[in-house]
């Protein structure tokens, strides 16, 4: 559905994807859509380790079903639902850009 990050460190946001309990997840058109948004609204990069780091986190993908996904299971998902818009040049994980 879109490109998200799941921030596995920061204080725990109320309505989170079904899969996840703990964090803040931040989802946008690309994944830089959802780095520069935690970098304007937290002044926090997108960094594990820096003093405005913040810490751990996923970058991946919410489905249309309300579950986070990291990119390997967004690439295998992409693949069998058809959903690559090019898939003889699509690695080992999935970016955004293969799919919209």
Not at 6 to 13: A, N, R, V
Not at 37 to 56: H, I, Q
């Amino acid at each position: 559905m879109c490109a998200a990050i799941w921030y596995k460190e920061l204080e725990t946001m109320k309505f989170l994807p079904t899969n996840v309990s703990v964090g803040t997840v931040v989802c946008g058109h690309r994944h830089g859509h959802c780095i520069n948004t935690m970098s304007t609204l937290a002044k926090l990069r997108t960094v594990t380790f820096a003093p405005d780091g913040v810490g751990e986190h996923i970058q991946g993908f919410l489905t249309n079903t309300n579950r986070f996904v990291d990119r390997v299971e967004g690439l295998e998902i992409a693949k069998r639902e058809n959903q690559l818009l090019n898939p003889d040049t699509v690695g080992k994980i999935l970016f955004s850009e293969d799919v919209w």
